[in-house]
């Protein structure tokens, strides 16, 4: 069952922050979190483990609530190339990554 | 770099054709997966494979077969093409989460299948 991400779309000026959040009905292992730019494939941002430890770029900033089963991505002083899509991917165990249906975000100047 | 190929860029079959999607990864990564994206439902999990000769299904699997003899390759076989497996494919492969791991997945640049 694929994560719940919202907002769906997000519209901002550069400079300005966005939160984006993604909640899954089932207990999880591990979020990930990745862009996706127009016809190019999704890029690794973070991946946020059970326990706390997170991996990823040290630019990007996201929370993991083990208990609800939520994570949310904080992009601050969005630049431009910031825009793209954004998805979470949940691990349930087994190595099993499921994705939500993404945020798409567009950064305008 | 890591490097994630699929065979085809961009594929037309038709309906009751046999399709092959075929997707080799070069880290020796012991997880591969494939997806399917379509508009407005983002990416969705067909089957994945955590090692030579295991496959695991996804959410969407009906309609779809994998085999994955070797670790490099990860082939998705569509038995008999329809309309409705019109999409975007994308293959990607990683270590386990686990360990000095950051389980990141490498996605291929992906597979535009077109059925007639």
């Known amino acids: 069952q694929q994560p719940v991400q919202s907002p769906q779309a997000v519209i901002l000026r550069e400079g300005e922050d966005a939160v984006i959040n993604c909640s899954s009905s089932?207990?999880?292992?591990?979020v990930h979190w990745y862009r996706q730019k127009h016809g190019e494939a999704p890029v690794f941002l973070m991946i946020?483990?059970?326990?706390?430890e997170q991996k990823g770029h040290e630019k990007i900033s996201a929370s993991f609530n083990e208990k609800k089963q939520q994570s949310s991505l904080y992009l601050t002083a969005s630049q431009l190339s910031y825009s793209g899509t954004y998805f979470c991917?949940?691990?349930?165990?087994?190595?099993?990554?499921?994705f939500g249906t993404g945020t798409k975000l567009q950064v305008i100047p | 770099d890591v490097k994630v190929t699929q065979s085809s860029r961009y594929l037309v079959k038709r309906t009751g054709e046999k399709v092959f999607l075929e997707c080799v990864q070069d880290?020796?990564?012991?997880?591969m997966f494939w997806y399917r994206q379509d508009p407005g439902l983002g990416l969705r999990l067909i089957y994945f494979?955590?090692?030579?000769?295991?496959?695991e299904k996804g959410d969407i699997p009906e309609g779809y077969s994998v085999s994955r003899e070797k670790k490099e390759r990860f082939s998705l076989i569509l038995e008999s093409a329809s309309t409705n497996q019109t999409s975007m494919y994308l293959c990607?492969?990683?270590?386990?989460?686990?360990?000095?791991?950051?389980?990141?997945?490498?996605f291929g640049e992906g597979s535009r299948l077109t059925v007639l």
């Open positions: 990607a492969s990683s270590f386990p989460s686990s360990g000095g791991n950051t389980g990141e997945l490498f």
């Open positions: 089932k207990a999880l292992y591990s």
């Open positions: 946020l483990l059970k326990g706390g």
């Open positions: 991917g949940t691990e349930g165990g087994y190595q099993k990554v499921t």
């Open positions: 880290m020796d990564h012991e997880n």
């Open positions: 494979s955590y090692d030579v000769k295991m496959k």
